[in-house]
Every structure is written in structure tokens, then in C-alpha cells.
């Protein structure tokens, strides 16, 4: 996928104020460690995660994607009337039905020609939905659209710990398979993606890549089809070294077809913003692009696994701490559980233009008459 006409305008996003610590996770987790005779340190020393958030009990992801999308609206400065299209890409839903999008919509009050829907896809439906959108604005069948998620790990890690601690049949080896469920963050991002006639700033999505390795779809799953509002009470079984493995196999494949489609070279690349796992998962992805690390920005060591959100609450931080430059060509390397691999490609310019300004209050002017 090529584009030519869409913009990644803003972003915004939400993070909870409850910092939970791996320290304090296997505090609550003495019996297992005691019973294992396992080291204090362990949970960070293996996943490079030092805290990640939580949610208030009992919050709904449609009030923080609300919030999330709130702030990207007021960012780009856009005209609610202009975004025809909402997507909600997280896996964290407050119910099964309706989709958690129309709670969204309903909260942004946007309009009733806005087209509205869910997207999961494990840790890259925000990614895969913004692909959609920019298909759209690509078309012509839309001006602006709204991509946004909220992960809630309180459920999936409390409930990890609670069963770590009661099956006391559980080996060392077992217990490896919830570790990447001790890892999960909370968080919420929403980005807007315009036309690039709208566009203040000029920063043109070049290029989408998507491939499917569903080979190793069994090496993560997670429960049964539940939701936030439910009662949710998820468990995960993950074989995270194997993960880890075939999942940066993934991305080496799917890269070299990102840089073609991008109609880049290796070296183009200025910049990157990954999907945050881990440690090992970001030492190991860069040797295997060989990529320099350098170029990379990291949030994983104090946000944890944010799913879905990772990456755009990871590029949303990057952007406001100044780690974009005028004339960076960009990266985005989004990898999930599938194994899916989606990647996508930024010229970034940063700074809003006077022209851009006059032709964004140009089209609000004609839109409200």
C-alpha cells in the first residue's frame, strides 16, 4: 500500500496514574516465588520492565479512547464534521456488543455520516485500523478519520497472579508461560489521520505493509471472548521464547517489503518506533533488521506492554520529547500475535505551515454553511 493524499496528524492519548512496579508484583506473588525458590528481581531482570500502569477499577475503555480521542481532535484543531471514520482497534471492549465504538462516537458526538466499527487484531489493531482509514482518505471516501484504543491490564495480571499462587502444582517451566502476562501495561492512544489538503503539518503516511505467519497462531492465546464490562477475568498462555523467535523471524521478512514499498533503502531510515515487548524482543528485532537501537525511542522499561497502544502512545511520546527532526524518514514496526506483522512509513515535517492553516479554515468555512 502506497499513499500519496494521508497525513498522520496528531495523536493523543491517555495514561492511568496507578504505577504498579515488577517489585510489587512478586511481592503479591511470594508464595509462588517461596515455593520455587525463585530470586527476587527475576520479573524485571527477564522482561527489562521496571512498572507498567493501571486503570481505577472498574474503568471502561470507552472513557479513556474518549478522553484519548478528545485530545487528538483539540490537537489537530479539526472540525468534528470533517472525521468520517471512528475506529476502535484495542482488544479491551466494554462488552461484546454493541462495538466499544459506538460508546466513542457517541462521546466525541460526532456525526451521523461518520462511519463506525472495532478492529482487533491482538497488539495491532490500532495499526491495522489506521491502514483502513488511510485506504479511505487514499480513496477520496473520506477527509479525516479517528483510529483509537484502551488496553486494561488489571484484570489479565491480577488474575495471573491469583492463579500462580493457588496452583501449587505449578514447575518453574510452567510458570514461564505467564510471564509475559506480568508484563502487560494499561494505556490509551488516538490518532487522526487527514488528507493532506487539511493537513497543517504536512507529515505524509508514505506506505502500509501487512503479512499473516499464522503458522504460529497457537504460540499466544488468551481465554475465552470476554469483555471489560463482563466482568473480565482473562488468562494468557504464552511460549514467549518461541514468540520471540518466530515473531522477529516475521519482522525480518516483512521488513525488506516495507522498505519497497516505502521505495526505501536500509539506510533511509532515520528513525523507528516499535511495538514494546521487552528487552530481549528489542535487542533481538534490531540485530535481525540491522538497524541501529540508537534510532529507536523506548518506553517499554516503565509503560510495560501496552497491546495495541504500545507503538502510537510510544511515537505520541517520542514526538512530544522532540525525537523527530524535519526530513525524517520513519519507521513504524508493529508485531502481534498471529503472527501478524504490520509496518508502515512516515515523512515527517513537524511544523505547522501558514498555507496549511488557511486551507484547513478554508474547507471548516464551507463545511458549516
Request: proline share 4%.
Amino acid at each position: 500500500m502506497r499513499y500519496q493524499n494521508v497525513c498522520l496528524e496528531s495523536f493523543g492519548y491517555t495514561l492511568p496514574d496507578e504505577v504498579v512496579t515488577s517489585a510489587e508484583i512478586e511481592e503479591r506473588l511470594r508464595p509462588l516465588y517461596e515455593r520455587l525458590r525463585l530470586p527476587e528481581g527475576r520479573l524485571e531482570l527477564m522482561t527489562g520492565i521496571r512498572e507498567r500502569r493501571f486503570w481505577a477499577p472498574g474503568t471502561l475503555p470507552s472513557a479513556k479512547s474518549i478522553e484519548s480521542g478528545e485530545k487528538a481532535i483539540a490537537a489537530a484543531g479539526i472540525e468534528r464534521g470533517l472525521i468520517g471514520a471512528l475506529v476502535h482497534g484495542s482488544v479491551c471492549r466494554d462488552h461484546l456488543e454493541p462495538a466499544t465504538a459506538c460508546a466513542v462516537h457517541h462521546g466525541l458526538g460526532l456525526s451521523e455520516e461518520c462511519a463506525i466499527y472495532d478492529v482487533s487484531n491482538a497488539c495491532l489493531g490500532l495499526l491495522n485500523g489506521m491502514l483502513q482509514v488511510a485506504n479511505m482518505i487514499e480513496l477520496g471516501q473520506i477527509r479525516a478519520g479517528l483510529v483509537v484504543g484502551t488496553e486494561s491490564s488489571r484484570p489479565l495480571v491480577e488474575t495471573t497472579i491469583d492463579q500462580l499462587n493457588r496452583d501449587t502444582s505449578l514447575t518453574r517451566a510452567q510458570m514461564k508461560l505467564a510471564v509475559a502476562s506480568l508484563t502487560i501495561g494499561s494505556g490509551s492512544c488516538a490518532m487522526l489521520l487527514v488528507d493532506k489538503e487539511l493537513s497543517q503539518l504536512g507529515n505524509r503516511l508514505t506506505s502500509g505493509t501487512a503479512r499473516a505467519y499464522t503458522a504460529h497462531h497457537q504460540l499466544c492465546h488468551n481465554g475465552h471472548d470476554e469483555a471489560i464490562g463482563s466482568g473480565m477475568a482473562p488468562l494468557m498462555d504464552t511460549d514467549s521464547e518461541k514468540l520471540l523467535i518466530e515473531g522477529v523471524a516475521a519482522a525480518r521478512r516483512t521488513f525488506d517489503f516495507h522498505l519497497e514499498e516505502a521505495s526505501w533503502q536500509r539506510a533511509d531510515v532515520n528513525k523507528t518506533f516499535c511495538h514494546q515487548v521487552g528487552a530481549a524482543h528489542r535487542k533481538l528485532l534490531f540485530e535481525s533488521l540491522q538497524l541501529d537501537p540508537v534510532m529507536d525511542f523506548p518506553t517499554v522499561v516503565f509503560l510495560g506492554n501496552m497491546g495495541s497502544v504500545s507503538l502510537p502512545i510510544t511515537m505520541a511520546m517520542g514526538i512530544e520529547q522532540g525525537w523527530l527532526q524535519r526530513d525524517d524518514r520513519v519507521s513504524l514496526l508493529g508485531i502481534g500475535s498471529g503472527i501478524n506483522v504490520v509496518m508502515a512509513g512516515v515523512a515527517w515535517q513537524g511544523m505547522p505551515s501558514e498555507p496549511h492553516k488557511a486551507r484547513r479554515n478554508a474547507l471548516s468555512e464551507r463545511l458549516s454553511i
